[in-house]
Every structure is written in C-alpha cells, then in structure tokens.
C-alpha cells in the first residue's frame, strides 16, 4: 500500500514539475514586460521599459519608437498591446498581428516626464550599435543624460566594437556617467570616472559632478572638488570666447550697416538720417526676390541670397543717386537742414514700404547652406552668422580695392583730403558727390540682404541701426574705413561682454557713454584722415 503511495506521489511531483517546466519554458520575457503597459500606472511603463531593454528582444524598438510618438495602446480587459502605424492600422505588438477591429476600451500608453526620460535612454542604448556614427553619436549622448545603469552591457558592446574616435570618446562619457552614480561601484573606478566627465568639460558634466551625493568617500569628493574647479574654469573661458563671437558677429552687423556711410559721412559730410533705409531697401529686395523665386521657380532659392546681392546694391545705389540729385544737392553747407531733410526722408521711405508690403515683418527664408549651427570647442557658431562675417570682410575688402586701385576710388580720395583743390585739378565733384552717395546707399542695400538673415524684415528694420553706425563711423574716424572696421568690432565686442552684467539697454547706455568721452579726448575718432582741408 505504502508503494502504491509512494508511486503515485511520484507521478504527481513529476506531472508538477513537467507542467512548470512546460510553463517555464514558453515563458517570453518580452510579451511579460509588455503586460505593464496595460496598467495605465507610470511605475509599471517604467518598469516595462526597463524590462523591453533587458529581453534584447528584436522587436522591442518598433514599441518604443511607438510608445514615444503616443502610438502605443493598451487594453485593460483582455491584457494586449497595440502598435498603431502612420496610417492608423493597429498590430499586436506580442504576435505582430493586424488588429482589424481594436477593443473598445483601447487607450494610449501614459508618459510622464521620468518616463520620458527613460524611454529615451532606451532608444539611445538601442542606436548604440546602428551604422550611422552620427545616429551613435546622439545615442551615446542620450545615455550620459540619462545614466541608466541598464544602458551599460550594450555601452560595453558598443566600445569592444567602436572604430570612429568622436563616437568612442561619447562612449566611454556615458560609461563613465553610469559608473559615477552606481552605489555598486568602488572608490578607484569612480575617481576614474571623474577624470572622464572632468575632460568633457561641459556644463552637463558640471552639473553631474556637483550633484553627486555627500556621503562619498573623501578620497572621491576631493576628486569631485579639483574637477568642478577646473570645469568652472573652462566654462568661463568658453564663455568668454562665446560672448567675443557674439561680438564678432555684432561687429560684422555694424560694419556692413556703417561702412556706406562712413563713405557718404566722409566724403560729403552729409548727415544722412536716411541710410538706414536704404539698408531696408536692400532687405525688402531680397524678399521680392525670394517671393519670385518661390512662384516661378523654387529650385534656385539656394542661390536667392546670390542674386539678391547685385539687385540690392542697384536698387539702393539707383535710389541714393536720386536723393542726392533730388535733394541734397541743394543743402551742401547747411547741415541741420540736411539733417531734417534725410529724416523726414526715412519717414516717407518708410510709409512708402507699409503702403506697398504692409506693416508686418516679412519672411525671408535661410538658404539651406545658411541654416544649421555646428559646435567648436565649447562655443556654438550657427552658419548664417559665420557667412555674414565673411560677407562683411569680403565688402570691406572689395570698398577698399575700389579706392585704391580705380579712377573713381582715387578722385573720391582727393574730394575727400581736399575738395577745392580736386576742383581745380579739373575733378568733377558734383559727380564725385552723386556717384559717393549711390555707392555709400548700394553697400548699406546689400547690408539690407545680410539682415535680412538674422532680423525682421520690416519698414522699421534701419532705425534699428541707424544710431550704431554713426557711432561706428565716428568712433573709427570720419571717412576712413579702417576706423570704420575696428569701430565696428570693438563696439560689438564691448557690447556683448556688458550685456551679461548690464543687460542690454544699461549695456548700450554705457556704450554711449564711454563714446562720448572718449570723443572729448579725440574728436577726430581713433584714425583720424589726413589732408589739408581736414586738418583745417
């Protein structure tokens, strides 16, 4: 009787454990952790993602990416999960499946910003090994950001195999993050990691370094403090290169808005209110430009700046020419009245482009070798301001080869060091004036097609930087265009370094300031020209 017993106990333990082997092995660790994303709890997304990433299983990343663009569903009831594509077809992201008719109480995944945060790391440890270095690249930088520890074994798979240096130095930056924050992870390996995030010097590693906990072992938190100190330090002087090419780009801006009229102001000592609308003018062409282009024949908008550029400098040139003809021409010698009359001038330039293009600011497009910003160092340089300073130089250079190496740029020469005496040489100044006037007004119209990158295009666009360029102009010296290029510059420079402390109207007031003190010790600007009649 006992071995009857003892054989059936038998049958029933080894049934048992064959069933729990059976169960054990059609268990799928994928389909488990889809089942947390049917508990509408932000815990159990959590703990679903970290349990996706941990299966290594292939189909893992079509859920994610669709989780991530709210196209995942759940349904309570019957405990399954859906992937919605771009066309609103539903699959069982268990079986891959179509889905023809979704259950009724079928729902998208919540997300929360932690598991946001999650989600992404997720799909950055997915990317790690894509072929693209740039995907790689992204991928490594979404695991420093996030530091999951569960990122690590493909960190470590992607490093054994990683041939590009930019991607393995991001690498070994996201290897050393997870390890800093690991409880697990010995003093040695941690001050390692500090050397690491140390060398990346930016202000993520900052913050990851002073967030570290106190309690660390002293030898870690010295570590911690020297690598702070140092990061604080690059930081300042990345900063100052940051602000100093904010200058330079600032300069560039002034240069191209006060070059013209430094000619105009220098040549003719004509006061002349309205030049920045002339800049406007330049602006509002390469619009009408691109609006032509974008109708007739859109694949040359790449090249809309390149044949905006000639157009302008016409267009404000023709309309200088006028002015000069028209008006000016009669009030050399009477300062304030030209004054008054440049801008009263501006006004009715103005009103003349609202009545035409209307009050609101234009769209002008970036050509698409304009768009985009890339990283040197710690500083960003965006790519319409960098061809804006190789613009202005080009122009600077291209004014300078003109008066120096042509008829026109010699009799300008001479008008300007002595206007009696080239009258009497046989130079015709009344031309000099009127072609001075047009080339002064076509230079600040291709100024116009540079601002317009970087500013609103609208009839208010030169008042903007009327008053800077005659500062430039002044400060530089009167007429001469080296004065014009470093006034520019230096003012540009010193304005964005009291930005920061002064903000920008306090900035600019002081500027105004130290000009007018430093005209009250040279009135005549840092290069001040030489000639009989400027010297009397």
């Given at each position: 009787?006992?071995?009857?017993?003892?054989?059936?106990?038998?049958?029933?333990?080894?049934?048992?454990?064959?069933l729990f082997a059976a169960t054990f092995a059609n268990a799928d660790p994928y389909e488990?952790?889809?089942?947390?994303?049917?508990?509408?709890?932000?815990?159990?997304?959590?703990?679903?993602?970290?349990?996706?990433?941990?299966?290594?299983?292939?189909?893992?990343?079509?859920?994610?990416?669709?989780?991530?663009?709210?196209?995942?569903?759940?349904?309570?009831?019957?405990?399954?999960?859906?992937?919605?594509?771009?066309?609103?077809?539903?699959?069982?992201?268990?079986?891959?499946?179509?889905?023809?008719?979704?259950?009724?109480?079928?729902?998208?995944v919540r997300l929360n910003n932690r598991v946001r945060g999650m989600l992404d790391a997720?799909?950055?440890?997915?990317?790690?090994?894509?072929?693209?270095?740039?995907?790689?690249?992204?991928?490594?930088?979404?695991?420093?950001?996030?530091?999951?520890?569960?990122?690590?074994?493909?960190?470590?798979?992607?490093?054994?195999?990683?041939?590009?240096?930019?991607?393995?130095?991001?690498?070994?930056?996201?290897?050393?993050?997870?390890?800093?924050?690991?409880?697990?992870?010995?003093?040695?390996?941690?001050?390692?990691?500090?050397?690491?995030?140390?060398?990346?010097?930016?202000?993520?590693?900052?913050?990851?370094?002073?967030?570290?906990?106190?309690?660390?072992?002293?030898?870690?938190?010295?570590?911690?403090?020297?690598?702070?100190?140092?990061?604080?330090?690059?930081?300042?002087?990345?900063?100052?290169?940051?602000?100093?090419?904010?200058?330079?780009?600032?300069?560039?801006?002034?240069?191209?808005?006060?070059?013209?009229?430094?000619?105009?102001?220098?040549?003719?000592?004509?006061?002349?209110?309205?030049?920045?609308?002339?800049?406007?003018?330049?602006?509002?062409?390469?619009?009408?430009?691109?609006?032509?282009?974008?109708?007739?024949?859109?694949?040359?908008?790449?090249?809309?700046?390149?044949?905006?550029?000639?157009?302008?400098?016409?267009?404000?040139?023709?309309?200088?020419?006028?002015?000069?003809?028209?008006?000016?021409?009669?009030?050399?010698?009477?300062?304030?009245?030209?004054?008054?009359?440049?801008?009263?001038?501006?006004?009715?330039?103005?009103?003349?482009?609202?009545?035409?293009?209307?009050?609101?600011?234009?769209?002008?497009?970036?050509?698409?070798?304009?768009?985009?910003?890339?990283?040197?160092?710690?500083?960003?340089?965006?790519?319409?301001?960098?061809?804006?300073?190789?613009?202005?130089?080009?122009?600077?250079?291209?004014?300078?080869?003109?008066?120096?190496?042509?008829?026109?740029?010699?009799?300008?020469?001479?008008?300007?060091?002595?206007?009696?005496?080239?009258?009497?040489?046989?130079?015709?100044?009344?031309?000099?004036?009127?072609?001075?006037?047009?080339?002064?007004?076509?230079?600040?119209?291709?100024?116009?097609?540079?601002?317009?990158?970087?500013?609103?295009?609208?009839?208010?666009?030169g008042q903007s930087y009327i008053i800077d360029s005659f500062m430039v102009v002044v400060?530089?010296?009167?007429?001469?265009?080296?004065?014009?290029?470093?006034?520019?510059?230096?003012?540009?420079?010193?304005?964005?370094?009291?930005?920061?402390?002064?903000?920008?109207?306090?900035?600019?007031?002081?500027?105004?300031?130290?000009?007018?003190?430093?005209?009250?010790?040279?009135?005549?600007?840092?290069?001040?020209?030489?000639?009989?009649?400027?010297?009397?």
């Amino acid at each position: 009787m006992h071995g009857y017993h003892d054989r059936a106990l038998a049958l029933v333990l080894a049934a048992g454990l064959l069933l729990f082997a059976a169960t054990f092995a059609n268990a799928d660790p994928y389909e488990d952790a889809l089942v947390g994303f049917t508990a509408d709890s932000f815990g159990d997304t959590a703990d679903s993602i970290e349990a996706l990433t941990a299966s290594g299983d292939p189909r893992i990343g079509p859920v994610l990416e669709a989780l991530k663009d709210q196209r995942l569903l759940y349904s309570a009831e019957t405990k399954h999960v859906f992937v919605k594509d771009k066309a609103s077809k539903l699959t069982d992201a268990a079986t891959g499946q179509p889905v023809p008719t979704p259950p009724a109480d079928a729902d998208n995944v919540r997300l929360n910003n932690r598991v946001r945060g999650m989600l992404d790391a997720a799909l950055g440890s997915l990317t790690l090994m894509a072929k693209e270095p740039a995907r790689r690249f992204d991928a490594a930088q979404a695991v420093f950001k996030s530091r999951d520890s569960g990122a690590l074994p493909n960190l470590d798979k992607a490093l054994e195999k990683e041939t590009d240096v930019r991607v393995r130095k991001a690498l070994t930056e996201a290897r050393a993050a997870i390890i800093l924050i690991s409880a697990e992870t010995s003093p040695e390996r941690k001050i390692a990691a500090i050397a690491v995030i140390r060398d990346r010097g930016d202000q993520d590693a900052l913050g990851l370094i002073d967030g570290l906990p106190a309690d660390l072992p002293p030898a870690v938190r010295q570590a911690a403090a020297a690598a702070s100190t140092k990061i604080q330090g690059n930081l300042a002087l990345w900063s100052a290169l940051q602000n100093a090419w904010y200058g330079l780009s600032l300069g560039s801006v002034l240069l191209l808005a006060a070059v013209g009229l430094a000619i105009t102001f220098g040549v003719m000592g004509i006061i002349n209110m309205a030049h920045g609308e002339m800049v406007m003018l330049g602006a509002y062409t390469t619009f009408v430009v691109q609006e032509y282009i974008r109708a007739y024949n859109p694949a040359l908008f790449d090249y809309s700046l390149i044949i905006a550029v000639p157009l302008a400098f016409i267009v404000a040139g023709a309309v200088g020419i006028a002015i000069e003809r028209g008006i000016i021409r009669f009030l050399y010698g009477r300062p304030l009245e030209t004054l008054l009359a440049t801008w009263g001038l501006s006004l009715i330039l103005q009103q003349l482009v609202r009545t035409i293009f209307g009050p609101t600011n234009k769209e002008v497009g970036n050509p698409s070798w304009m768009s985009g910003a890339f990283e040197f160092g710690g500083i960003t340089i965006t790519y319409n301001r960098l061809w804006i300073i190789c613009f202005a130089l080009a122009v600077f250079v291209a004014l300078l080869a003109m008066l120096r190496l042509t008829r026109l740029g010699l009799e300008m020469r001479a008008v300007t060091q002595n206007r009696a005496m080239a009258a009497a040489m046989g130079i015709r100044t009344a031309r000099i004036d009127a072609l001075t006037f047009g080339l002064g007004s076509g230079i600040a119209g291709i100024a116009g097609v540079a601002l317009s990158q970087i500013d609103n295009v609208s009839p208010n666009l030169g008042q903007s930087y009327i008053i800077d360029s005659f500062m430039v102009v002044v400060f530089g010296g009167v007429g001469n265009l080296w004065g014009t290029l470093v006034g520019a510059f230096t003012l540009g420079i010193a304005n964005k370094f009291l930005e920061p402390y002064a903000g920008a109207v306090l900035g600019k007031i002081a500027i105004l300031v130290l000009m007018i003190l430093f005209i009250q010790k040279r009135p005549r600007g840092m290069f001040a020209l030489k000639g009989r009649a400027v010297e009397a």
